[in-house]
């Protein structure tokens, strides 16, 4: 028997960097919000001291901080005609629990969608032809524009510290920044970081080309900050340990680090750890929601009644209860109908190690987000002509760090265990380098999220299906970059080049990337997307959902720049329009 | 003798000698209390002055227990001597001070006097709080009397004999209680110095923890507010020192700190984190300003100590483990990092005489204050079970030795005192 609880103003779905930017910014409006999250109370301070939280074992292999299937997981197919099984270890992907949720453990590097991201289907018609995209690629273009998006861009770049250089300021292009970037309203607020040996030698290489390079934007802070919350962060230590880890010297940007110091002051603002919703409620027209159902640890049942709802988990779990709770139409790949769980994307990664006889590049010194990148083949940056595929990739210069048991540079034939294994490792360890990619992922007919027929979670629901595989336009694209990166690896004096661009089948064992995106997307109307352009339900329209779900399709870099905006996009529309007038923003 | 019995015996003999100037003593806080019945300001403002002066006496310290109702009393302050216990200060006329008249008040704050003509023991500052108006004590009352009340029979007395028997006091009073009367400003001096002064030497009984204590737990006034050592940490020399005070600080960072518990070079924890919550953030920034100017004023050495050599086998040893452990926050230069990593360079907690707060905080880490302007607690990790004790006492010595800072060595048979 569920308890019905006290209600409130807000009851927000998550309190990763969505739910914590949008209670802080309800709270602080005067509303009684409530956060309700999955997973444990998170500390920077207590949860990762650096004399301790750089334990490779205990995050990077045992994945202490995230997701356990157990809780939830997926399952898994590469096409509709497989039957889908399920994910019993994270691999590909690994998605965050408690507290900050996958802004814990990310890297922290913080792009920006480029002017044409936003209207990418039709930049793309318009270059290349009405059949520039293949039949069964989905894409769209987002309901907003770059412009619209900027302040709110800045805003929480911010609140995060981001360390970079400008490449387009107010429209004057920068030396030293990513030329291809929007015309940006204002510089970084901290200045890039410190570039080690490696990165150094890459973007030397690229310069030599003709090409970019940029520093990443980097959530690594390059010096002390304090944000407009009032919050202070600290530098970063190149410790390399930024991937899989919560960051003790409060150098990256984080929610436990950018906005709970700040937030937990808030009297209206109550925060429910280890409490996992498993409903939205909705009331008898199925148009408005009353709330939200959320179990405890302890397994009881409560009611949390509340005017507005935020959906803010991890991206597929946003899907995933959107579909549990019957808001919007469920998509179906063979009638082409219906919308929730429509245009699932990813990222598509690929790798080049190289060798560098004679360097010693001290690979432990990093972070995250330390590193050079370039956009010259990412995008629509480069002319797309005959080449057979749309989008592309950051290359990226991107050693996040010197970690024995994860991290060392592999190349062919060389043995993983052994005296073999010891020998390779010895030789290698200061003269192999990898250089990455970070492919777009477009929207295909066929690469969608719905709910398993077959397996269900502790609390009896199913499970939610993911049906997925990399498609031609992506595996010519990953194909392309990738040659591209391996030449700048050969540039630099790179021997033995040992490049991996993306190939099909896809499969969830290996770790690629957590840029889970899609299936929540926003659009024009009720019949492309689940949500407008404020991220507001075409449904029901006191739910909003926020996170890379709403992407309409994954662009060729990490996608949290554009998630913290959207999530301050809405936090406005929320604050400055529909608490005025609570209904539909946008006009089905 | 052990020191408690010694001192004990040392107070009975001044008591009894002292007995009679003491009585009279009584006698004329009694006179000077006038007779008036009990007349409670309602007024709004009266009540909000009294409640920014209870901020500035931080009374919460001492009369609200943690997780308590607001100074219902409860919390337990250990002293040199034995515990004490705060008293409930809700307008309860059982258990509270609902049924003092204005005069018992103004007794008990002002002379160390309770309602019942026994003595108090200047656990409640009333050595301090003898500088502080008539006027001022009863805008206190009456937001007091603002408060609900709540019943909760305290026995503050908690003390072992002899130090129990309460006329012991009289003779402590008689050898240590100056009663200085109201404060007087000096006409040579600023406002705003004068303002801090009073807030400093009063309300804000500053020197109960930042002042030298004798033998009886009286202030060493000689040595007015160069440090002390308080339930086991520094309260750190507070004078106009570059090499054991707060030299280094302008009048504006003293108060930034006083206003947020973070300046560019410190970061409050320990028992200054609720000074800080309780008191000083709930100021003024002009009030925290004068109280910055008027430490500004007080003197302190001018010339430091010789550091150790940097060859010195302890600094070399020290300087490893800086670079591996600390130097990543603290920075190589010990500058840290403004408003979050407190710097070690210069810092009167790492230039004390007695490192006792340095090494704790090594060993069992420590964890700022978060504030309304400045809301990061950030934490220094525990150290203990990574550094053994001779580790511990080198990067002390390293640290007490470095970029200016001079202070004696560390030894392991310190640190192994502290787990």
Known sequence: ?588 | MNRPALIGAAVIAAALIAGGVAASRNARAQDEAPTAQTEISTDPQTIAAGKYLVAAGDCVACHTAPGGAPFAGGTVILTPFGKLVGPNLTPDRATGIGDWTDDQFVRAVKYGIGHNGAHLYPGLPYVYFNEVPRADILKIRAYLATLPPVNNQIVSNQLPFPFDIRFLMAGWNLLYFPDHGDFRPDPSQSAEWNRGAFLVEGLGHCAACHTPKNFFGADRTHREFTGYIVDGNNAPALVNSTSNGLGTWSAGDIATYLKTGHNAYADASGAMSSVIIHSTSNLTLADDHAIAVYLKSLPGPQSAPQPIAATDPAMVAGSHIYADECSACHMTGGTGEPGIIPALKQSPVVNAAKPVTLAHVVLNGGRSVGTQDAPTASAMPAFDGILNDQDVADVLTYVRNSWGNAAPAVTADQVSKLH
């Open chain 1, 1 to 588: 028997m569920a308890t019905t609880l006290p209600h409130k103003d807000v009851a927000i779905i998550g309190l990763g960097w969505t739910g914590s930017i949008l209670a802080y910014e309800l709270a602080t409006a005067g509303l009684d919000v409530v956060a309700i999250e999955r997973g444990p109370w998170r500390d920077t301070a207590t949860d990762f001291p650096p004399s301790w939280a750089p334990d490779e074992l205990r995050y990077a292999v045992h994945l202490d901080l995230f997701q356990r299937p157990a809780q939830s997981t997926v399952t898994m197919r590469n096409n509709i005609k497989q039957t889908a099984l399920p994910v019993r270890k994270f691999g590909s992907f690994i998605p965050g629990n408690g507290l900050g949720g996958a802004g814990v453990h990310w890297n922290g590097m913080t792009y920006r969608n480029m002017e044409t991201d936003f209207n990418w289907r039709t930049h793309n018609e318009q270059r290349y032809g009405k059949n520039a995209l293949p039949e069964d690629m989905t894409s769209q273009d987002w309901p907003i524009t770059f412009q619209e998006l900027e302040p709110f861009f800045d805003q929480f770049e911010k609140l995060a510290g981001i360390s970079g250089k400008a490449g387009n300021l107010n429209g004057q292009i920068q030396p030293g920044g990513n030329p291809f970037e929007g015309p940006r309203s204002a510089e970084y607020p901290t200045p890039p970081d410190k570039q080690p040996f490696g990165a150094t030698l890459y973007a030397q290489a690229a310069e030599g080309m003709g090409l970019h390079p940029f520093p990443i934007p980097s959530a690594n802070l390059s010096q002390p900050y304090t944000n407009p919350l009032g919050v202070a962060m600290g530098q970063c230590t190149y410790c390399g340990f930024c991937d899989f880890f919560g960051c003790g010297n409060y150098a990256k940007a984080s929610a436990q680090t950018c906005v709970m110091p700040a937030l937990v002051r808030q009297k209206n603002f109550t925060a429910r750890m280890n409490a996992n919703v498993t409903k939205i409620n909705l009331d008898s027209t199925g148009k408005k929601a009353t709330g939200v159902t959320y179990v405890d640890d302890s397994g009881q049942e409560f009611i949390q009644p509340a005017d507005l709802v935020l959906v803010c988990a991890f991206s597929f779990n946003c899907v995933h209860l959107l579909l549990l709770s019957g808001i919007g139409q469920p998509y179906d790949p063979v009638s082409n109908t219906g919308v929730v769980g429509k245009n699932y994307a990813y990222q598509c990664t690929s790798s080049v190690n190289i060798k560098l006889p004679g360097k010693i590049l001290n690979p432990f010194i990093s972070g995250g987000a330390v590193g050079m990148a370039l956009f010259d083949y990412n995008g629509d940056n480069f002319d797309h002509t005959g080449l057979g595929f749309i989008g592309g990739g950051v290359l990226q210069a991107a050693h996040t760090g010197g970690k024995p048991l994860t991290q060392l540079v592999s190349f062919p034939g060389t043995p993983s265990w052994g005296s073999g294994w010891k020998k390779a490792t010895k030789e290698n360890y200061q003269i192999g380098y990898s250089l990455g990619t970070q492919g777009a992922v477009q929207s295909y007919r066929d690469a969608y999220l719905d709910l398993d027929p077959t397996y269900r979670d502790p609390y009896g629901s199913p499970l939610l299906r993911m049906t997925f595989d990399w498609h031609p336009n992506e595996l010519k694209m990953s194909q392309y970059i990738t040659g591209k990166l391996a030449e700048i690896g050969k540039a630099m004096g790179g021997t033995e080049i040992f490049a991996t661009p993306a190939k099909a089948p896809y499969t969830v064992i290996p770790y690629q990337t957590t840029h889970n995106t899609g299936g929540a997307i926003t659009g024009t109307n009720p019949t492309n997307s689940v949500v407008n352009k404020y991220m507001q339900s075409w449904d029901v329209p006191n739910v909003f959902v926020f996170g890379a779900a709403v992407f309409p399709q994954n662009g060729g870099f990490n996608p949290t720049g554009n998630v913290g905006a959207l999530a301050y996009w809405g936090a406005h529309a929320i604050k400055t329009q529909y608490l005025k007038n609570p209904g539909p923003l946008v006009q089905a």
